[in-house]
């Protein structure tokens, strides 16, 4: 009796580490970048939106006032916040651009010859 409860407690902590296995592989920073048509002007939009991934139990929420920072090809250099959305907006002629969310320390490139819309997923563990 007491060799089969011992299996099936140690049953049980097998499956709930393998749960836990695939829970936390799930969670990590995802950047999906995506073309919104074209622009009448020289000018493109580039929107991104910065969302706070807290895990599987603690949900997702966007970044307010987070600082984010978009440099350009011949040195250009914008900076504005994020809204109370996660979402800042920059109007730029076509070009290559390195987008620097200052606040996270993430940074990636992006080419804008026409509206894009970045959405980035920061997973963040609370410590």
């Known amino acids: 009796m007491r060799k089969q409860l011992l299996l099936v407690l140690a049953l049980i902590v097998l499956v709930l580490t393998m749960a836990g296995v695939v829970l936390a592989s799930s969670y990590r920073t995802t950047l ?21 991934n807290y895990g599987p139990f603690g949900g997702e929420q966007p970044l307010n006032d987070g ?48 509206n894009v819309e970045a959405t980035l997923s920061y997973a963040y563990l609370v410590s």
């Open 67 to 114: 600082i984010v920072q978009v440099y350009g090809p011949n040195g250009q250099f914008y900076r504005n916040f994020t809204n109370a959305n996660g979402i800042v907006t920059f109007v730029l002629p076509a070009g290559e651009y390195k987008v620097d969310v200052a606040s996270l320390h993430y940074t990636f490139n992006v080419d804008l010859n026409q």
């Open 32 to 52: 999906v970048i995506s073309k919104s048509g074209t622009s009448s002007d020289s000018e493109y939009t580039l929107q991104v939106k910065v969302l706070m």
